[in-house]
């Protein structure tokens, strides 16, 4: 099995949607609690209109601060939906920019006003400009397994939004349940169904918990070959701009299930938790992640009985 990569969006997802202003400095306090745990990829935040999304405000100080005050083992990433952000990201030291498509025309026009194919066109240009310009770059489809205004996606749109990507040139590609609709059959179709497209397709994840579903869809994406997982930790946030937004999976749940199965034992769980426990304590209420409840069930046990690991 190919190293499994834990891309940590709680600064920009698990935020976007709250609506007490998260000062600078305690942004700052919660990645370098990340960066120091194992994570792989942070994603800092957005490069979107600071007066349709407030808390993004200071998204380029972060990359300021971060970029030479990370370890070297870190990914920075940076999500934008337009040309300008683009080039907000590029100005401010973005490593990897993280662009994507909606498969649902409602939701589209709501989040980047732009119907998905005005929007795939520009993402695509895009790309290709990050791409030159030395950067790294990840693709996906939004509202991939479903859509809350709509309800379900036709398959065949998605397919056809990757088809692009890929003839782009772009092989970096995550589905996103941006609503939280998926189940674990139609994550293990829609994945094998890129994976027959180009085997050699780096294939990345983001699931919801709107219905309970994340952790059992991140194990169904693993299985069918997906190497990279996006989750918040304490398993907070949500779209601002889905008809129901719900949390993340939680980092914590995430790492604490990979490690029971002997995978990714090189991340400090205990540096996670601190970190959520932080965020708890900051917006003063209790967050869904499990294991931020219940504790590690290795620590129970008293000792680790999973097999070695990646």
């Keep these: ?167 782009a040139g772009i092989c970096n590609i995550s589905l996103a349940d941006t609503a939280g609709h998926a189940h674990p059959q139609q994550v293990a179709d829609l994945f094998g169904a890129i994976r027959a497209l180009n085997p050699l397709v780096v294939l990345a994840c983001h699931f919801h918990n709107t219905y309970g579903l994340g952790l059992a869809n991140c194990f169904a994406a693993l299985n069918s070959g997906v190497t990279w997982f996006e989750s918040a930790f304490g398993g907070l946030g949500g779209c601002p701009f889905t008809k129901l937004p719900a949390g993340n999976v939680s980092t914590e749940d995430l790492v604490h299930s990979l490690q029971r199965m002997g995978l990714r034992k090189d991340i400090q769980l205990d540096v996670l938790l601190t970190v959520a426990r932080q965020v708890g304590k900051y917006f003063d209420r209790e967050l869904p992640g499990f294991i931020l409840k219940s504790g590690s069930i290795v620590d129970f046990l008293g000792q680790d009985r999973s097999g070695e690991g990646a």
């Design 1 to 167: 099995m190919n190293k499994i990569i834990i891309h940590e969006v709680g600064p920009r997802d698990g935020l976007q949607a709250e609506k007490k202003t998260v000062l600078l400095e305690e942004k700052i306090r919660w990645v370098e609690g990340v960066c120091t745990s194992g994570i792989d990829v942070v994603q800092l935040g957005s490069f979107v209109n600071p007066e349709k999304v407030p808390q993004m405000a200071d998204t380029d100080a972060l990359f300021h601060h971060f970029i030479g005050n990370k370890p070297a083992r870190v990914i920075l990433s940076g999500l934008v939906l337009n040309e300008k952000g683009l080039e907000r990201g590029l100005a401010c030291g973005v490593e990897m920019f993280c662009m994507g498509v909606s498969a649902s025309e409602t939701h589209s026009r709501k989040n980047t006003g732009m119907t998905s194919s005005e929007a795939l066109g520009r993402i695509v240009a895009m790309a290709r400009q990050a791409m030159t310009a030395g950067k790294s770059v990840q693709v996906s489809v939004q509202s991939a397994f479903g859509c809350g205004y709509e309800g379900p996606v036709d398959r065949e749109k998605v397919i056809n939004i990757v088809k692009a990507y890929l003839e």
